[in-house]
Each structure stands twice: as C-alpha cells, then as structure tokens.
C-alpha cells in the first residue's frame, strides 16, 4: 500500500485527504485459451483487494484483461484455497481456472511437490502436474438432466452441475457454433426468464463424423463467449456418456482454444466418479499494475 496525502483549498480553508493505490505483483496464466489473472495472496496483501478494483483488473480495455482472476489464499485443510473470481466480480468454481491455479503454486515453489490439495469454492479437489499438464479431479454435483427450452429453436438440452451450472445445447450444425450464433443465442437462454436470476452457461456441442466433440461456450459472469471452459467441457463430456451409454473412459474435446480431455467412471445408480480434466496450463507473462 502507498500512502498519498494531497491537499485541496476550498474556500480559503486547506483540507488534507489520504488515498491509498496499491500495487500488484501479478502472473497471467492461460488455459486452452481461458485466460486468468493470478495473485499470491498467502500472506494476506491483497485481502482488501474490492469487486470495482477486480472488474478493472479483469477489464480487457482498462486494466490487464482476463477471463477472471484467481486468489492464492492460505487454507487451513488443504495446500491452498482458490478464490476465483469472474469478470463482473462474482463468484464460481472454474476448471480451467484451477489448472492453472495449481501449475502457478507449482511454478512458484509455493507447493513443492507434483500432488497438489486445494479447496474451492464447491469443496475439496485433488490435482497432478504432469509437465505443460495439469490433471484436476473434478467435483461433480449432479447427474445430468434432461431439459426443455421454450422459444428456442435447438436440439437436446441437458443440466449439469460440474462446478459451476451448465446447459449442454447439442447443435444441428458447425454452424450453430460460430462466434455470432453463440453470442446471440446463449445470451437469450442466459437471460431468459427461467435463468436470468441465478445465471447459466451455455454450452453448443456438435458431434462429428470422426467422433471427435466440437464445443462453445457462453459463460455467464463474463457474458461472453470464451475460448475455452472447464467445467462446461466436463459437462459436455458426461452428457456425450450418458447418451451413449459409456461406463468408463475418456473424451476428447475440441474448444476453440484448444483441446482438453475428461476421464470418468459412471456408477450403476448414474454417478459419475474418478471425473478428471486433463490440459494444459502454461504462464503467459508476469508483471505490476498499480491500482
């Protein structure tokens, strides 16, 4: 913190006022594409750190730019705990977000070993560093739902939990999954009535020949279309599994930002467990910002 006392004359009388600027050590660190502010707050310096001054961090115009920023915060269970939070400020649990949260505590010497333990925001989850990967094991909150969307012109729709909430749209072409298409229509279903109160992304998922998952993913809090989403690739995965009745085993997805893949196991009564999200996590650039 840098203390800055200035004095104003106002009608002939002299008045001192004290404002405060801090200053911010921060790394970037990005995802397939999912790009995240990162700061190492273990000692506590950036616990007065306001929701204004996190939405001008995270503004892509007037401050460094991301698609959410990520507290290091001490814990008392754990290694450390993930404070993640979105661009506007609130907050969530973001799997891409935690890859690289744990491969900055790796990076950093913060946690020395390749097995890293951290709390979030939805509970407890294990990580493995393997190189430029990092594997996180997810933590799944619901069996995925069937849907209707009223007024809207797609296909099956299902819920998910996997962190943060999730509506799997499967699309009817590649098309549906440009930019403009995801834009349009995934803002329409977030802020749609049955959504607009609690907040939804949306996920468009297009099955190729091959096999291979396309995805797109509006996400709400940032309310834009993302290069990449953790959790929504998690989702995508374990719906493809539920339609196609797999048991076991892993599904490649294809994200704009580049490809992530999720193992899973599915029990008899429909749970899903040993869920993991596997990709890369790499350091963008390190610097100071003063707010």
Same mark, same amino acid.
């Given at each position: 913190m840098l203390k800055i006392v200035k004095q104003l004359h106002i009608n002939k009388i002299d008045i001192a006022y004290i404002c405060y600027t801090m200053d911010i050590a921060f790394s970037k660190y990005q995802g397939t594409g999912n790009d995240f502010i990162i700061l190492n707050?273990?000692?506590? $310096?950036? *616990?007065?750190?306001?929701?204004?001054q996190i939405q001008k961090l995270c503004d892509r115009k007037f401050g460094i730019g991301s698609d959410g920023l990520i507290l290091i915060n001490? $814990? #008392?269970? !754990?290694? @450390?705990?993930?404070? @993640? @939070?979105?661009?506007?400020? !609130?907050? $969530? @649990?973001?799997?891409?977000?935690?890859?690289?949260?744990?491969?900055?505590? %790796?990076?950093h010497k913060i946690i020395k070993n390749n097995e890293v333990y951290f709390d979030a925001i939805d509970g407890a989850h294990y990580a493995l560093v393997c190189g430029a990967d990092v594997k996180l094991e997810m933590a799944i909150e619901s069996i995925p739902a069937k849907v209707k969307l009223e007024s809207f012109n797609v296909g099956d729709v299902y819920y998910m939990d996997t962190g943060s909430p999730h509506?799997?749209?499967? /699309?009817n072409d590649l098309s549906s999954l440009e930019t403009s =298409? +995801?834009?349009?229509?995934?803002?329409?279903?977030?802020?749609s009535e049955a959504y607009e109160a609690q907040g939804i992304n949306v996920?468009?998922? %297009?099955?190729?020949? =091959?096999? #291979?998952? =396309?995805?797109? &993913?509006?996400?709400?809090? +940032?309310? *834009?279309?993302?290069? =990449?989403?953790?959790?929504? /690739? &998690?989702?995508?995965?374990?719906? %493809?599994?539920?339609k196609e009745e797999l048991k076991s085993g892993s599904i490649n997805m294809n994200s704009k930002g580049g490809d992530l893949k999720v193992t899973f196991e599915r029990q008899d009564t429909g749970i899903y467990t040993s869920v993991y999200l596997i990709g890369p996590a790499t350091s963008i650039y390190h610097g100071n910002i003063r707010l």
């Open positions: 707050n273990i000692d506590g $310096s950036y *616990n007065e750190l306001s929701i204004e001490t $814990s #008392d269970t !754990s290694d @450390f705990f993930m404070d @993640f @939070f979105n661009p506007d400020g !609130s907050k $969530s @649990f973001c799997g891409n977000g935690a890859r690289c949260a744990v491969q900055f505590v %790796h990076e509506l799997v749209v499967y /699309a =298409s +995801v834009k349009k229509i995934g803002q329409e279903i977030r802020y996920n468009f998922v %297009h099955i190729k020949d =091959s096999g #291979d998952i =396309s995805i797109a &993913t509006y996400e709400r809090g +940032v309310e *834009n279309e993302t290069l =990449s989403c953790g959790t929504g /690739a &998690t989702a995508c995965a374990l719906v %493809h599994a539920l």
